[in-house]
């Protein structure tokens, strides 16, 4: 969902209050709300119980979350959020994705193409810095721009001090900057996964909604050196699992939330971002269906970025849905009006912050017209075919390499440059006739939607959409990981000589782009900022630090314990049973998404039927959460986070304490289905140490 | 749910025209779209299929519905429609409800203590004759005691030319009137019921949902002249039951609708009925629940009242919910100008018809006093004990009786006495610590609400609420069956002289009850009428006979498919299966309500947990259809109807055929269940045919 959102995010740095609920809240591990947790529970997490949750808990930068569950760095996420690795992996005669996969020692472990996962080791306050930056005398642009080059200054040397990855991160809209420094891992090999359809039992149907029987699992493991590691932080696994009622963390990365938007950003979400995001992902369902219909291999190309965006445009209904609730945005604007009458009841709060949600509200408005522009730009740029991204990063490499380091574009600073090489020469396969169907479509879209102009006309070159996208794909080597890598060790200049189309496409476009970001800075988000950051000011003023700043993929805690739920009339139970799964499949006569692979049948007299599958918990999570471990207090595994109920969607604005719900595959059915379906005693001994 | 409104179903003789849909529809026997059937479904039932179904429907006149199912006089219905006879057969030692029942001979079947079950043996339009009774120079009130003069006179005929009990129903609000006939039976036993956690499995709580898991069966034996009567129209047994899609038929007698309400009427609802009822539903609860709370044997006693109870507020609710529904309340309203506009468009039907809808209006609006005054007079007089109802009819007996036939009130002719007797020497056990209870309850409900008037004060005599009830009740020999055998065998002279309690306030209310009475028909009834009576007569005009009439307990066909259906995010699937009954179990712990009985443990192993045990169908139900077999083109039995869906519910008033779904207890469930879990294979024996 990150990724996909990117454009959208521009306008939406911005600040409002939230009325906190018991239990809502991605609380950042620097200040969690521990008095609230000891009086509702009697449990109070120590130092060291956060620095071991902390130090156990890995970030999938692919989009998710993880953790240590073993000394020898195993670590556990949701098949969901392995599967776009699993399938890099996989080729038309061994389809991991559809089979699943079981390494029986270390040596059958499967080495991922480009996945690149962090720890998180230590962070730090560091506002004061960033701010000291800027100066009074500044524009909002300049502003901008000198808090862009302290950063860069920040990350670069807090990389040569300890060697890790270090993040200055953005929190509560601009009203903190942190370092947040990551241990990074790229070595990470595939240890087991179960059939998509053990995974994804239920399909696109039962995606975000309960009751649920899913198996949405995968392990991997963590190498250096071609040896696993030794994690020291891992969390043990739990021996029956959480009763009804029990206090339990999500400890994960929540990608992002949108809760701190001013009621005009949210109206402007419902109104502009969203009905246009839900038409293109349409669009792009529909395209790829298109192309699955080609044949069975095309169909298992297409598969994961599909199930990507059934994902997405269900996430986005529900998202959709609340923001047409009168009941949820008559709350979000009640909560706004409270907060800026405080700030207009005191003289000196009001002259510093009380313009500030008038303001955004006006750059929202006097942009609209480039945002439009801008969006459907964003699209054959940036999500048509990532043959063109991969062109756009070689060229800006080029031009930036030999420059002074701090004088670089951001993305290409020396800090920079190994995560993007990892990026650049993945082994992944790409596959040209799905990269052409998807060129020459959103290019018939965008023509449609928005016209020809000048970077459509760069694409065409006076050629129809499906010549143009024939033209530039069938002449490109960009997809050859080869012929990548040849180009890596090329001079810049040589880089830039290159008569690939893409590389010659993307150096056309470069400067129309660059141009794009210039406009940005300079006319919305250097004012952006500047009003995002009163309002920040403004909640602390009235709030102190009883908030949690919006998600951004950073780690988080949420606290909360295991609850069924009102649904549709009568209860929804804490947890689900092997049982269930059975009546579901036979419900459906085994239709298509309710069939769960054939060893379910095979040994379903193995099984204990009575297993707790899923269950359901009261915590506060989002898209980005997906693979974080559910633990109890004693730090152990009681389940494996994958989704949020329906009811939890339109938490992207509101949280709904009554209905809100994360699912998780229950611990036992973990151990129940390693040993009893999947043969992997093996590796349900390592998770049970025994 | 019939008893319960007969208050509030006083202002609701009207008319208006809901849009039809596909498989919406109560038809009656006369009136099928057989067009629509045959061109969707390929099936044509023939006048031969029609009369085999409707002879083989029973009416169940405790309010539900049922059917022969063996040529032996074997009944089908609900646990949920016989639980009311179920409890009168029971005892603390004895407790049937709790424990289930099986005859293993026609001698261990048990008699009905006041069961009256009810065949339509034929119908005929006398719309003709009940209009002639009215002449031009009558006032609306003279018209309305001239058909009700002329229907009792009918009645009085019918009864004497064919020996059956003839009821004179007004279909289409006032457009039809039509004789109904129907073969009586008052020999009702008890052949088997199982336990009420096997039939309600999932309580309250899963009421009105879907998926479910419910035994919701009951079986009686009908006898005349101490023998099981030789049943000739019977419905077989499906060997499978039906499968997805496929045509299924719904035969029984839907209770109450409202879709051809006015605009005006279901505002009325809206703001004026519905709040109030679910207001005095909650006080009810309240009231059962502190009287529960008085030991076991108080809990048992007022078991299925409670239940009764629930049932209503659950349903009530999803109505309420229903009418808050802007939606549904703008599609009512677009109907209405439709149908208004097209009379108006014509100036003959402008000036017969034109006025009706802003008439019912303003009689609505003239008389929300007096409704709101007589709602809740008829609380304590008809609902706080049945004691106070016994003898009024008692006293209106003795007043009535001497009197020609054709001059008595309604409910004292010839041709209802017989009827009055059954009910009124009911074997059936009367608990005064219960009556008392409900009594002093509801005194203070309706004084609280509505002060203390001259009826409040005949109840009162000076005293408390408790000290008045208490008086009342403890001073009655009402309750007694055998007392009331005597007052029977009484003069009515003598009668009217009994000192019991109840009966000498029964004399002082009887005149103020008849006054009430009186005014209402005067001022409301006769007028609204003669705009219902136009309403009628519009919609005939422009829709022809292509509608069917509102519910009103007479035999109706619905006919629909068994399908699945969008729920809450997912597809809720077209049947359930035993797999899921014991999943549902164990994701509670088996707490209460989710608690099957110990059979379902002890026996799980013979069972084949992949046999269906509910399904859904698009057929268009509502309460009173609770019972009635679902059969299919072959008329035979494929599932016993007990439920709609929460979906279903604002189909009190509209009908939506995407969601709207009929609930039954699968064929196959309930062959599997008599033979493995209750050993009952004469019975299943019976009911196959074997």
């Given at each position: 969902?990150?990724?996909?959102?990117?454009?959208?995010?521009?306008?939406?740095?911005?600040?409002?209050?939230?009325?906190?609920?018991?239990?809502?809240?991605?609380?950042?591990?620097?200040?969690?709300?521990?008095?609230?947790?000891?009086?509702?529970?009697?449990?109070?997490?120590?130092?060291?119980?956060?620095?071991?949750?902390?130090?156990?808990?890995?970030?999938?930068?692919?989009?998710?979350?993880?953790?240590?569950?073993?000394?020898?760095?195993?670590?556990?996420?949701?098949h969901h959020?392995a599967v776009f690795q699993i399938q890099k992996l996989s080729t038309p005669e061994n389809n991991y994705v559809d089979k699943g996969f079981l390494a029986n020692?270390?040596?059958e472990e499967l080495k991922c193409a480009?996945l690149?996962?962090?720890?998180?080791?230590?962070?730090?306050?560091?506002?004061?810095?960033?701010?000291?930056?800027?100066?009074?005398?500044?524009?909002?642009?300049?502003?901008?721009?000198?808090?862009?080059?302290?950063?860069?200054?920040?990350?670069?040397?807090?990389?040569?001090?300890?060697?890790?990855?270090?993040?200055?991160?953005?929190?509560?809209?601009?009203?903190?900057?942190?370092?947040?420094?990551?241990?990074?891992?790229?070595?990470?090999r595939l240890v087991m996964a179960p059939e998509r359809m053990a995974a994804y039992?239920?399909?696109?149907?039962?995606?975000?909604?309960?009751?649920?029987?899913?198996?949405?699992m995968t392990f991997f493991?963590?190498?250096?050196?071609?040896?696993?590691?030794?994690?020291?932080?891992?969390?043990?696994?739990?021996?029956?699992?959480?009763?009804?009622?029990?206090?339990?963390?999500?400890?994960?990365?929540?990608?992002?939330?949108?809760?701190?938007?001013?009621?005009?950003?949210?109206?402007?979400?419902?109104?502009?971002?969203?009905?246009?995001?839900?038409?293109?992902?349409?669009?792009?369902?529909?395209?790829?269906?298109?192309?699955?219909?080609?044949?069975?291999?095309?169909?298992r190309r297409?598969l994961t970025?599909?199930f990507?965006?059934?994902?997405?445009?269900?996430?986005?209904?529900?998202?959709?849905?609340?923001?047409?609730?009168?009941?949820?945005?008559?709350?979000?604007?009640?909560?706004?009006?409270?907060?800026?009458?405080?700030?207009?009841?005191?003289?000196?709060?009001?002259?510093?912050?009380?313009?500030?949600?008038?303001?955004?509200?006006?750059?929202?408005?006097?942009?609209?017209?480039?945002?439009?522009?801008?969006?459907?730009?964003?699209?054959?740029?940036?999500?048509?075919?990532?043959?063109?991204?991969?062109?756009?990063?070689?060229?800006?490499?080029?031009?930036?390499?030999?420059?002074?380091?701090?004088?670089?574009?951001?993305?290409?600073?020396?800090?920079?440059?190994?995560?993007?090489?990892?990026?650049?020469?993945?082994?992944a396969p790409?596959?040209?006739?799905?990269?052409?169907?998807?060129?020459?479509?959103?290019?018939?879209?965008?023509?449609?939607?928005?016209?020809?102009?000048?970077?459509?006309?760069?694409?065409?070159?006076?050629?129809?959409?499906?010549?143009?996208?024939?033209?530039?794909?069938?002449?490109?080597?960009?997809?050859?990981?080869?012929?990548?890598?040849?180009?890596?060790?090329?001079?810049?200049?040589?880089?830039?000589?290159?008569?690939?189309?893409?590389?010659?496409?993307?150096?056309?476009?470069?400067?129309?782009?660059?141009?794009?970001?210039?406009?940005?800075?300079?006319?919305?988000?250097?004012?952006?900022?500047?009003?995002?950051?009163?309002?920040?000011?403004?909640?602390?003023?009235?709030?102190?630090?009883?908030?949690?700043?919006?998600?951004?993929?950073?780690?988080?805690?949420?606290?909360?314990?295991?609850?069924?739920?009102?649904?549709?009339?009568?209860?929804?139970?804490?947890?689900?049973?092997?049982?269930?799964?059975?009546?579901?499949?036979?419900?459906?006569?085994?239709?298509?998404?309710?069939?769960?692979p054939?060893?379910?049948?095979?040994?379903?007299?193995?099984?204990?039927?009575?297993?707790?599958?899923?269950?359901?918990?009261?915590?506060?999570?989002?898209?980005?959460?997906?693979?974080?471990?559910?633990?109890?207090?004693?730090?152990?595994?009681?389940?494996?986070?994958?989704?949020?109920?329906?009811?939890?969607?339109?938490?992207?604005?509101?949280?709904?304490?009554?209905?809100?719900?994360?699912?998780?595959?229950?611990?036992?059915?973990?151990?129940?289905?390693?040993?009893?379906?999947y043969?992997a005693?093996?590796?349900?001994?390592?998770?049970?140490?025994?």
């Open positions: 969902m990150k990724r996909f959102f990117t454009i959208v995010l521009l306008l939406s740095l911005t600040a409002a209050i939230p009325g906190i609920h018991a239990e809502e809240g991605m609380w950042t591990y620097d200040n969690l709300p521990i008095k609230d947790i000891k009086e509702k529970y009697g449990f109070e997490p120590t130092k060291e119980w956060l620095d071991h949750a902390r130090l156990s808990s890995v970030r999938f930068n692919d989009g998710g979350s993880g953790s240590f569950i073993s000394p020898n760095g195993l670590v556990m996420t949701n959020v020692s270390y040596d480009d690149e996962l962090n720890v998180l080791m230590s962070m730090e306050n560091i506002t004061d810095r960033v701010r000291s930056a800027e100066k009074d005398d500044m524009s909002p642009s300049e502003k901008l721009k000198a808090v862009k080059d302290e950063v860069a200054k920040i990350q670069k040397e807090e990389k040569e001090a300890t060697g890790l990855r270090c993040d200055v991160v953005n929190l509560y809209q601009g009203g903190e900057y942190w370092v947040y420094r990551y241990k990074k891992y790229t070595d990470i039992f239920g399909g696109d149907y039962d995606n975000f909604t309960y009751p649920r029987w899913d198996l949405d493991r963590v190498y250096e050196d071609d040896k696993p590691i030794k994690s020291e932080n891992y969390f043990k696994w739990s021996k029956n699992g959480a009763k009804e009622n029990e206090l339990v963390f999500v400890t994960g990365h929540p990608g992002s939330t949108s809760r701190l938007y001013t009621h005009a950003e949210l109206l402007n979400d419902r109104d502009e971002s969203m009905p246009r995001n839900l038409d293109l992902i349409d669009y792009f369902i529909k395209t790829l269906k298109d192309y699955s219909a080609g044949g069975e291999e095309q169909a297409a970025t599909l990507y965006l059934a994902n997405s445009t269900k996430a986005r209904g529900g998202m959709y849905e609340g923001l047409q609730d009168e009941a949820i945005m008559k709350k979000h604007l009640d909560e706004e009006k409270a907060l800026i009458s405080k700030i207009k009841a005191n003289p000196e709060w009001n002259k510093l912050y009380g313009n500030a949600w008038d303001n955004i509200a006006k750059i929202i408005n006097d942009n609209k017209e480039f945002s439009l522009k801008h969006f459907y730009r964003g699209i054959i740029v940036y999500r048509a075919t990532s043959l063109l991204g991969k062109a756009l990063s070689f060229v800006r490499y080029a031009k930036e390499i030999e420059k002074p380091d701090m004088e670089r574009r951001n993305g290409y600073h020396d800090t920079q440059i190994e995560g993007l090489k990892f990026s650049l020469l993945s082994p790409i596959f040209k006739d799905l990269e052409e169907a998807k060129l020459a479509a959103f290019l018939k879209f965008v023509i449609e939607k928005s016209g020809k102009d000048n970077v459509v006309e760069m694409f065409l070159q006076g050629k129809s959409p499906d010549k143009a996208a024939h033209a530039l794909i069938a002449n490109t080597k960009m997809n050859d990981v080869n012929y990548r890598k040849e180009l890596w060790d090329l001079d810049p200049d040589e880089i830039l000589e290159s008569d690939d189309p893409f590389i010659k496409l993307a150096i056309k476009l470069d400067p129309v782009l660059e141009a794009d970001k210039d406009y940005y800075d300079n006319n919305i988000a250097g004012q952006l900022k500047e009003e995002s950051v009163k309002i920040a000011k403004a909640r602390f003023a009235v709030y102190g630090k009883s908030i949690y700043p919006d998600a951004n993929f950073t780690l988080r805690l949420s606290y909360g314990s295991i609850k069924g739920y009102k649904m549709n009339g009568t209860l929804a139970p804490y947890k689900t049973t092997l049982y269930g799964l059975y009546d579901r499949a036979l419900s459906f006569d085994k239709a298509e998404d309710f069939n769960p054939q060893r379910y049948w095979d040994k379903q007299n193995k099984l204990d039927l009575a297993t707790p599958v899923n269950q359901v918990s009261t915590n506060d999570i989002i898209g980005g959460n997906s693979g974080s471990p559910l633990i109890n207090k004693n730090a152990e595994v009681v389940g494996l986070v994958f989704d949020g109920n329906i009811e939890s969607l339109p938490g992207r604005y509101i949280y709904d304490m009554e209905a809100n719900r994360t699912v998780s595959v229950h611990s036992s059915y973990i151990i129940e289905a390693l040993r009893k379906l043969d005693n093996k590796l349900a001994d390592e998770i049970q140490g025994k």
